[in-house]
């Protein structure tokens, strides 16, 4: 079984201001790690993902995430939030040679407060 | 390109009622996925398509759902005899898995409303 934790109903943070979305994850093998981020009445946009190598992974807006294997953790990061950042963000998980589904965590609403 | 695009947007219907949600993949992508969205929650696995045929249902939450992708493009989402509690945001993805590790993009989903 694959499974996700995203602890944090909601993340308030100031215009400017780093941001830090947490995310730890359960798989039985090697993981394939995804954030996505949900604007209102929007589908999923994929922002970044861990599949090997690096464990710092960067992606799109300026976000990035940090793969820690002994933490079973991937949290995304972004140095300075935006007031356009606010939307609501999945943390999501897949096995290596598992099946292709992904298994969502629950999200997280990020509020960045100008 | 374009993305992956699903039609209706909205559907509202009556308990009891049969509905089909349309799914129009990324060209050239060969895998097609499903996910269930309810209110407050992430999506929830429903099926999965590699080309025409569905290599995972299992996320199916009874035989009231069925999925096909008859020419291995476009697939629609079945549903007979709804319910309140189908009431839930329906997302397709589709990927290009030209190996493991291929990212699945997804639509803007279909609203539905079972009244």
Known sequence: ?????????????????????????????NPYLFWYVQYPNRGLQFLLKYITGDNLVKGSYGFEAEFNKSQTSFHLKKPSALVSDSALYFCAVRVYRGNNRL?????NQVVVIP | GAGVSQTPSNKVTEKGKYVELRCDPISGHTALYWYRQSLG?????????????????????????????????????????????DSAVYLCASSSPTSSTDTQYFGPGTRLTVL
């Open chain 1, 1 to 29: 079984a694959q499974s996700v934790a995203q602890p944090e109903d909601q993340v308030n943070v100031a215009e400017g201001n780093p941001l830090t979305v947490k995310c730890t994850y359960s798989v039985s093998g």
């Open chain 1, 103 to 107: 298994a969502f965590g629950k999200g």
């Open chain 2, 41 to 85: 929650q992430g999506p929830e696995f429903l099926i999965y398509f590699q080309g025409t045929g569905a290599a995972d249902d299992s996320g199916l939450p009874n035989d009231r759902f069925f999925a096909v992708r008859p020419e291995g493009s476009v697939s629609t989402l079945k549903i007979q005899r709804t319910e309140r509690g």
